[in-house]
C-alpha cells in the first residue's frame, strides 16, 4: 500500500464518520428515536420532558460531545456505577500507554526507519512510497539503528508495566472502597452450595438446614433449594411476553378494538376482541403455572443458596472446605439474585460435563475453521465469476465504480457480516457450559471472542498475507518463527487500514450511531406499527466490544516498534471510544452488574499483561491484585459487618435475604389485572431486592 | 542378554541377600550392635533388658520376619504413627498392582510374545535365548497379537484406576480418624502470619495484636513474634553438644579421670582436666547465649506465629485473604513447633528469591550434567588405561576374577556411590529454598530426587543403549517417539537386572543390614572407643527411599506390556520391601510429623498417578482427595472443637501454646547441672509440647 492510498482511505473513512457524527446529533433529538438513543431515559420514565418536533432539532450540534466529556470520574462512579467506570479506564489506560508509545515511535522509531535504504529508494515522491518505507522493514540489515528499536521496546515495556501496576492499584481501591459504601446486598451474604449429600429419606432443604445450623451455628440465618424448572420457566416467560403485550394494549385505550381471528396464525377462525383473547390466554398460562409450581417440590437439586448473618459468615463456608468429601458440601460465591442463570440447574452432572466438553471442542472448531466459509463467500465477489452466473448484470459491472465497491468493499462488509455473528454464538456457547450466573457467561463469552479475533484477524492474516506458508508452515514448526517475523511487520499497511475502516468507522457507526437498533426501530414504526410495544432496555455488549478494544491494543503493542505509522490511528481510535462510550454508557442503563466488569478486569488485565509485558511481571500482578478481584478480604469483612450491626435497616434486609434467592419460578404470582402497567408483577422477585 | 546370564545374575544376587539376612540374623543379637539395629529401645532406655553374650545369639533365626509380618494395622497406628502406615500402603498398593499386573503379563503377555518369531528363531536352546525373546520386540510387525498387549493395557490401566482411588479413600478416611482421635495439637491451632506490615514507630508484635484482635475478636488467643537469630542459634547448637558430651563423661564416672591440653587441636598447651575444661567452656557458651537473647529485641523479622482458641479460627485466619493489600498478612499453615526451620526467617525476600532461583538452576544443571562425571569415571575402568597409568598392576589385573570385577561390578559401585550423594546434596538445596518446616524440605528434596532418579536412571539409559542417537536425538524432535519406541523395549533386560541387583541386594544390605551405620558404629568403638558417645537416633530417609520406590513403580508399569518378565523380580523386591520396612520401621522412632508422609502423599499419590494413568483420571483423583491432605474440612473442625470444650486439660493446652512457638532461641536457659543427664535442658521446648 502507498502513502496516497493510505491517505485515501483514511479521507473516505473521516468523511464517513463526520457523516455519522452529523446523522447522530441530529436524529438523537428526533422523538422518535428516544428508545434508540436514550433507553435508560425511557426506562426511567423521563421522556415526557421532551418537546415536540422544532426547526432547531434538526441542526446538528455537538453539545453531547460536551456532556459527556464533563462529568468528573466521582460523579460517573455515583450515576453510572463502578462497571462503567472500570470500563472506561480500560479507553484511558489504553491512551495513556499509546500517547506515550506514539511519541517514541514518531519522534524516534518513525525518522530512523523512514531513513534507512534497506527498501528501494528509487521513489523520490513521498505520496507515492510505500508505507513499508516507515515500517521496520526499511532498516538496513545488521544496522546499529535496530538497538534503537529494541531500547525503545525495553522502554516501552517498562513503561506498560509501571502503568499497568497503577492501574490494578487504583481499580483495586476503588472496588473496596465501593465495597464499603455498598448497601448490604444479597450475593455478599449469600453462597451457593452444590453436591449436597442428600441421604434416602430426607430432602435436600432439610439436610442442609442441619448441616449448616451444626458447623455455622451462630452465623446460619436461611436456605433456598434449587428446583428443575425448565419447563416452568418456559411457562413463565411466556406469562410475562403476553402479559407486557396486554399491558401495552391496555395503555393505548384511545386505538380503536381491534381483532383477530384464534385459528391458525391469526389468519383463520372466528374473530375475536383481540384484548379478551389474550387476557383469556393469560389466565390459561397462569393456571399452568400454578400447577406446576405446586408440583415442584419433587424436583429438588441436590444443590441450595445458603445465607448467612454477616458477610464473614458467608467468607468462612465459601473458603473452607465444608464436607469431609471433597466432592460434596462444595462452595462457591453467589451471584446477584437477577444474575443467576436458573436453566443452568436443571442440568445433572454429566449432561454438564458433556455440554463442557462439546462447547470447548465447537469453539476450536469455530474459531480454526471460521475463515474457510468466508474465504469461498469472498470468492464470489471475483466479477468474471459473477459476470458468468448473472450475465445480465454485465453492463452494470462494467462501470469503475460498482467494480470498485464490489472488489473493494463486498468482501470486508462480508466478513464484517460474518464476525458479527460471532458474539452471539459465542454467548450462546457459553451459556451451555454450565455457568450459574449471567455474568460468567458473559466474561466466558468475552474470552472466546478475544480468542477468536486474535486467531482470525491476526493471525490469519498475517499469514494469508503469504499464502504460500499457509500450510506448509505448521508442517514445519521450526519455521514458524521466520515466517512471522518476515509476514508480521509485512502486514502493518494492512492493520492501520483495519484501524481506520473497522476501527474509526464501525465505532462510529454501530455504537454511536447504533445503525442496526435504529434501522430495527424505523421497520418497526413503518411496517408493524408498533414502536415502543416491546421495548427492552439494552445494555453494553461488554462481550463483543472489550475483545475488540483489547485487539487493537495488541495491534498497537505489536506493531509499536514494527511499524509505529499505526499509533496516530490507535490513539484517534481509543479518543473517539473514550467520548463515545462515556456518551453510551451514560445513556444506557448498566443492567450488568459490578461482578462482571470487575471479573472480565481481572481476565483482561492479565491477558493485556500476557500481551504487553513478560510473564515474570505478570505474575507479580496476579499474584499481587488478583486476590482482591475474587474475594473481600477479613479486614474488610470485619468493618463492613461492624459497620451493619449499627444499621436499624439490617432486620429488614435479612427478611429480604431469606427469599432473595427464592427464583423467579417459587415467586407467588400476582393476578396482573392489579398492576400499574409498568413493571411486570411476574418479576417481583427483582422489585423485592 | 541372554537368559543364562540372568539366571546367574540373578543366583549370585539370591546368594548375596541371603548371607546379609543370615548376617543381620546375627548380628541383631550381638549388645554391641543395638544402637545400629534397634535405636528405638535405645532411645526409649529399654536397653538393660538385654542379657549378655551367649552361643544362642550366633545362630541365624527368622524370628524378626515373624514379628516384623504379626501386627496389625492398628497396632501398627497406634505403635509407630499414620506416617508409617501410609508408608507401608505405599508396598501393599504396589503389591497388589503388580500382582494382578503379574498375573497378566506372565500368563497372558509372555506367551505371546515368546511365540512371536520377530527376532531370529535359530537358537532352540532355552537358556541361551535373548531375553528379547520374552518382550514385545518379539511380536511380529502387524501382527494381530498386538490387540492383545492394547487390551492388557488398558485392563491394567482401568484396575489402577480402581486400586488409586480405593486407596485414596482409604488414606484419606484415616487421616480423618486420626485427626479425630489426635489430642490437641499447637500446630493445628496456629497458623504462620508473614508481611506483616509494621508501621513505623511500632514494633511488630504490636501490629499483630491490634490487627488480631481486631479482625478475630473471639478467637484470637497469641502471637509469638519471629527473630533473626542465626547466630544465637549457632550459639546454642554448639553449647548442646557440649552439654550432650559432658553428661555422657559423667555418666561414666567409674572412667579415670581424662586430661586434655587446652591448646590447639588438644596437642598443646597445659593439662587440665576434660571434665572442668568441658564445664568452663559451657559456661562460657551459655553466658555468650545469654547476651544474644537480651540483644534479639530488635532483630524482629515481620513474621509471626499466631494461635487461636479453636482450630476452627485458625482455619479461618488460614483461608480466607486477612488484609486488603494481597501481599501483606500472608498466612499459612504452622508446622509442628519442633519441625520449624528457623535458620529460613533470617533471610530477606530478596535473598530467599534469589535462593530459590540458584538452587532450580543448580537442580537443573546437577540432574542434567550428572551423567558426565560418572561416565568419565567409568571410563577409568577401562582396563587398558589402568594398565597403562599402573603399570604395577598389570599382573593383577590380568586374572579373569579381577578383570570381570573391575569390568562388572566397579561401574555400577561407582554409579551407586556418586548417587548416594544426590539425596543430601538435594536436602541441602531444599534447605536453600526458603521453606518452613523440615519436613516441607524433606518434601522438595525427596520431589527432587524422583525427577533426578528418572532422568538419570531411566532417560539416560534409555537413550544412553543406543548411543548413536543420544545427542542428535534433541535437535529432531520429530524422531524423539520413534527412538523411544525402539529404545525403551531394548533396554528391558538392563531394568531386570537393575531390580535384581539394585532393588533386592541394596535394599537388604542398606536397609535392613544397614551397612553403613554397622561399619561406622564398629569403626567407632575400635578407634574412637567410645561407643555411645554421641548417639543419635536415625529416622527414615523418606527423601531417599520413596522416589526409590516410586521409580520401581515406573519401572514395573512402563515393562508391564513390554516385557512382563520384569515383574516378578519387581514383586519379590516388593515383598521383601515390604518386610523389611515393617522391620525398621517398628525399630526406629518416627520422628517425622505426619505433615510429612501425609504431604509427600498427596505428592507421590499425584505423582504416581502420572506416572500410572491417564491425565483424566488424575486431575479427578486430584479434586477428590486432594483437599483433604492441604486442610481439613469445616465438619471435622467443628466437631473436634465442640469435643475440646469438654475437656478439662484445655486450659492446660493453652498455657503450653502461648510458649510453643517462641523458638529454640527464646527459651529460658537452665543450668546443665540441674538436668536428670538424658534429655537436653536446652530443648525445653520439645517437652513442653
Known amino acids: 500500500m502507498i502513502l496516497s492510498a493510505l491517505l485515501t482511505s483514511v479521507g473516505i473513512n473521516l468523511g464517513l464518520c463526520f457523516l455519522f457524527f452529523v446523522l447522530y446529533s441530529i436524529l438523537r433529538k428526533q422523538p422518535g428515536n428516544i428508545t434508540v438513543y436514550a433507553p435508560r431515559l425511557v426506562a426511567e420514565g423521563e421522556t415526557q420532558q421532551r418537546g415536540q418536533f422544532n426547526l432547531e432539532s434538526l441542526l446538528p450540534t455537538a453539545g453531547w460531545v460536551r456532556k459527556a466529556w464533563q462529568p468528573s470520574e466521582e460523579e460517573f462512579l455515583s450515576n453510572v456505577g463502578l462497571d462503567a467506570v472500570v470500563y472506561m479506564r480500560i479507553f484511558t489506560f489504553s491512551l495513556k500507554v499509546f500517547t506515550i508509545g506514539g511519541i517514541v515511535g514518531i519522534f524516534v522509531l518513525l525518522p530512523v526507519n523512514y531513513f534507512g535504504d534497506q527498501l528501494s529508494h528509487d521513489i523520490s515522491d513521498l505520496a507515492s512510497k510505500s508505507l513499508d518505507s516507515f515500517s521496520i522493514s526499511n532498516v538496513n540489515n545488521g544496522s546499529n539503528w535496530l538497538w534503537i528499536h529494541f531500547c525503545a521496546a525495553y522502554l516501552f515495556t517498562g513503561v506498560v508495566c509501571y502503568l499497568l501496576y497503577y492501574e490494578y492499584r487504583y481499580i483495586s481501591s476503588k472496588r ?50 434449587v428446583r428443575r424448572s425448565s419447563k416452568l420457566q418456559g411457562l413463565i416467560s411466556d406469562a410475562e411476553k403476553l402479559y407486557r403485550r396486554l399491558a401495552h394494549l391496555k395503555l393505548k385505550n384511545h386505538t380503536p378494538q381491534e381483532f383477530k381471528r384464534d385459528g391458525f396464525l391469526g389468519l383463520f377462525g372466528r374473530k375475536v376482541d383481540i384484548l379478551d383473547h389474550y387476557e383469556k390466554k393469560l389466565e390459561d398460562l397462569l393456571d399452568n403455572v400454578r400447577l406446576e409450581q405446586s408440583s415442584l417440590a419433587g424436583k429438588e437439586v441436590p444443590a441450595a443458596f445458603v445465607s448467612f448473618k454477616s458477610r464473614l459468615g458467608a467468607a468462612v463456608a465459601l473458603h473452607i472446605q465444608q464436607g469431609v468429601k471433597p466432592t460434596e458440601w462444595l462452595t462457591g460465591q453467589a451471584p446477584e439474585p437477577q444474575d443467576v442463570h436458573w436453566p443452568f440447574f436443571s442440568a445433572s452432572y454429566t449432561k454438564s460435563w458433556i455440554c463442557k466438553l462439546v462447547v470447548f471442542i465447537a469453539c476450536v472448531a ?26 445480465f448484470l454485465e453492463s452494470i459491472l462494467n462501470l469503475t465504480v460498482v467494480s470498485e465497491v464490489i472488489t473493494g468493499y463486498l468482501p470486508s462488509l462480508i466478513l464484517q457480516m460474518f464476525l458479527s455473528f460471532v458474539p452471539p454464538i459465542m454467548i450462546m456457547f457459553s451459556s451451555f457450559q454450565g455457568y ?254
Not at 453436591?195 to 455455622?216: A, D, I, K, L, Y
Open 366 to 391: 469455530l474459531t480454526i475453521l471460521f475463515l474457510i466459509p468466508v474465504v469461498l463467500v469472498q470468492g464470489l465477489t471475483n466479477l468474471d465469476q459473477l459476470e458468468t452466473w448473472f450475465p
Open 436 to 689: 450459574i450466573s449471567l455474568s460468567q457467561i458473559e466474561k466466558s463469552a468475552c474470552i472466546k471472542v478475544l480468542w477468536f479475533t486474535i486467531w482470525n484477524i491476526f493471525f490469519a492474516n498475517v499469514l494469508s498475507g503469504s499464502a504460500l506458508y499457509r500450510v506448509n508452515v505448521f508442517l514445519e514448526p521450526k519455521e514458524i518463527p521466520s515466517v512471522l517475523a518476515e509476514a508480521v511487520p509485512g502486514q502493518a499497511s494492512f492493520f492501520i487500514a483495519y484501524v481506520v475502516t473497522s476501527g474509526w468507522t464501525s465505532l462510529l457507526s454501530s455504537e454511536l450511531f447504533r445503525l442496526t437498533p435504529l434501522m430495527k426501530s424505523y421497520f418497526k414504526r413503518v411496517f408493524a406499527g408498533k414502536a415502543g410495544d416491546e421495548f427492552e432496555v439494552p445494555s453494553i455488549p461488554y462481550h463483543s466490544d472489550i475483545p475488540k478494544i483489547l485487539f487493537f491494543g495488541l495491534l498497537g503493542v505489536t506493531y509499536f516498534f514494527l511499524a509505529p505509522l499505526i499509533l496516530p490511528f490507535l490513539l484517534v481510535y481509543y479518543c473517539m471510544g473514550y467520548i463515545i462510550y462515556r456518551n453510551q454508557v451514560s445513556g444506557m442503563p448498566s443492567f450488568l452488574n459490578i461482578q462482571v466488569i470487575l471479573s472480565l478486569m481481572s481476565f483482561t488485565h492479565p491477558s493485556s499483561s500476557l500481551i504487553y509485558v513478560a510473564p515474570k511481571k505478570k505474575r507479580y500482578c496476579q499474584k499481587r491484585f488478583l486476590p482482591i478481584f475474587k474475594a473481600y478480604p477479613q479486614e474488610c469483612l470485619v468493618k463492613k459487618d461492624r459497620k451493619d450491626l449499627n444499621d436499624p435497616s439490617i432486620a429488614e434486609f435479612y427478611e429480604a435475604l431469606v427469599t432473595a434467592y427464592k427464583g423467579p419460578t417459587l415467586m407467588p404470582i400476582q393476578y396482573p389485572g392489579s398492576s400499574d402497567g409498568r413493571s411486570s408483577p411476574l418479576l417481583l422477585h427483582a422489585a423485592q431486592v
Open 176 to 225: 473496596i472502597a465501593y465495597f464499603y459504601s455498598s448497601k448490604p446486598q444479597p450475593q455478599q451474604f449469600t453462597i451457593l452450595v452444590r453436591g449436597v449429600p442428600v441421604p434416602s429419606g430426607s430432602t435436600c432443604g432439610e439436610t442442609v438446614e442441619s448441616f449448616f445450623t451444626e458447623n455455622h451455628p451462630s452465623t446460619y440465618l436461611s436456605h433456598s433449594v
